[in-house]
């Protein structure tokens, strides 16, 4: 997706009109503030309270939450063997883009910035029987610019059991795709051991579905081992997509994945966690220019990920292999993504360090690629809090003409938990 | 050779005071669930990757807590809250319920039939199985 124009270097459109300076200014501001706010709640609650907190008396209504606070600085990079600044798009670089979905890019010259991944999210679950339940989870982000500063419905949805023991459950409503390993607690910070999931691997322009889900688990016989299976169908439309208007055209661009189907089977002994995902959908992007530009219709597309996990011990071990698929010799339309990652942790008390690489590449000229090496501490200070310090070294191994974001080396720290 | 005797002596006594530690905490079903239990399954129910049975807890940061996941989980605290996170926010699981103390867990596993808790073995009575450490 991310080359979808091909050889199109930057493109500075000033078509369309965008919300005026000011205003987006003071949006900004309020989101900050609300954010700032919601944060100290956070802390204070998670505080005085480990659980969830019961908003009735029969404890069926609850609420719970998760945050992150993140700085990061980019301590220095390069494009083209010139380590001069550069601009890519409305960036000053070198910098570096730790966030594709709300487009969370570091710029050196900002020095150490709060703004770009720090969020508060909320989830309110009522049960109205034992069977069935509705969830909602709300999301404040401090850098949001799909949706300004009113918080993402990240997930909207009921759920029902046919007994409250069944190994089955139906969910539906607003959901985020089970796309690879992380996609759908990309935000969940604190169930993690990096500051966030590789962004080489976790870069695409559509994360949530409307829709419905199966899902099924299981004990496999008396062994070790449970199954887990779940299948979904729906479909999401993103006007003024993030990804595809900051970072690729420059212009607003509307983005919807239509008749998503995908499904999932994972198993895990406790030890080892694999995971093995397939979906396909039909693709639709249109820049809104005068007249408006169709980047594909309707376009069958394929992404598959598998996934192996290993916690043995005080062994930490995460692998991933993904990839993204959208070709048609007919139309001349050949992105093809492939993605990994491999990380090794060992966990000494309340520390653990760990080593990560991570890889993307499309296949065709000009070629888009990106590599890490990083390296994280995680420190479980206290009971739901972890304060988390990692170190990335980006290569930017892209064949672009011009200077996309380079190669980057990047410091964050980060405050994660729930409550 | 009278160092190996000392190690074989050592590892002999750490063995028997790790047993301590858990001999004093019992795995528990409902008197009249005759399942089989295995510690895995029992891991796997409190760490939301099966409903087979609905687990019970004791209160976070009590003793009793940290020493069941430790030594039948074999997770330390973090490692079953970041777990958990995962699941409570992506709804795939619901978190075990928790119970004031080893008392009130019994009663609960006394009056559920699919339930699965863990208490001290001198709460132990007639109203409860113990499934794990196996007898």
Known sequence: MKNSIKNSGPKNTHCVTYPARAEVRTMRKITSMLLATLFLMALFLAHTVAHAIDLDDSGSFTASGFYSLTGASVLGGQAQNSSAPWMYQQWNCP???????????????????????????????????NTFSVTGQFVMRAQNPNNSSSPSVDWLYAAWSPSADSPITVEAGRLRIPLYYYSDYLYIGYSYPWVRPPPDVYGWPIYAYDGANISYHTQIGSSAWTMNASAWAGSYKQTYDAYDTLIYYTTPTTESWDKMLGSYVSFTNGIVDLRAMVMKYRDNTEVQTQPVTTIVSNQFTRIEGLSANVDYENWVVRGEIDRYQQQAQALDIDNVYKYNLLGVGYKIGDFTPMVTHSYYTTITEPIESQSTNSLVVRWDFRPNTALKVQYDDNKDESHYAYKFFGDSRLLSVSLQGTF | MKKNLLGVAVSLALTSICSMAYADLVV????????????????????????????????????????????????????????????????????????????????????????????????????????????
């Not at chain 2, 239990?37 to 129910?45: A, F, G, W």
């Not at chain 2, 009590?62 to 039948?72: D, W």
């Open chain 1, 95 to 129: 910098c570096s883009i730790q966030n594709w979905e709300y487009v969370g890019v570091y710029e050196k010259s900002k020095g150490f910035e709060i703004n770009q991944e720090s969020l508060v999210g909320v989830q309110l679950r009522k049960e109205f029987t």
């Open chain 2, 28 to 135: 528990v079903v409902n008197a009249k669930n005759t399942a089989s239990v295995t510690k895995d399954q029992i891991t796997q129910s409190f760490l939301g990757s099966t409903n087979t049975f609905s687990p019970i807890d004791q209160p976070d940061g009590s003793p009793i807590r940290n020493e069941f996941y430790k030594t039948v989980a074999e997770k330390d605290p973090s490692q079953v809250r970041a777990i958990w996170s995962k699941l409570v926010f992506t709804g795939k699981a619901k978190p075990p319920k928790q119970f004031a103390n080893s008392e009130e867990v019994k009663k609960e596993v006394a009056g559920n039939m699919n339930a699965i808790g863990y208490i001290e073995k001198s709460a132990v009575d007639s109203s409860v199985r113990v499934v794990y450490p196996a007898n």
